[in-house]
């Protein structure tokens, strides 16, 4: 569900603030972030963020088509470990050497 046009995107105070201080002196840090609800702003284009998942920071450089999303979305939670081929677990012989 999306959040009312009254009230506008949510945006983190602390996150537009260090966005707006980072602006304007021209450094090129990395803002490192819990909030992952935050919505991109236009303002965030070519900022590097550190977007927490839980475990650990991860790098997110934002980019013109991610302004409307949140920062979560760009910092996956889980890790895909990839399926089993139950093909190939069924050609390898079984070690019968002993008996």
């Not at 983190?12 to 935050?38: E, Y």
Request: hydrophobic content about 35%.
């Amino acid at each position: 569900m999306s959040r009312s046009i009254k009230k506008g995107p949510y945006v983190d105070a602390n996150v537009l603030g260090k966005v707006a201080k980072m602006k304007q002196s021209g450094k090129k840090d990395p803002i490192t972030t819990w909030a992952r609800a935050c919505t991109i702003l236009p303002e965030f284009v070519g900022v590097m963020f550190m977007v927490h998942n839980g475990k650990h920071h991860m790098k997110v450089l934002v980019t013109e088509d991610m302004v409307g999303h949140k920062l979560g979305e760009f910092a996956p939670t889980r890790r895909f470990g990839g399926h089993t081929n139950k093909k190939e677990e069924e050609k390898s012989p079984v070690s019968a050497e002993g008996s």
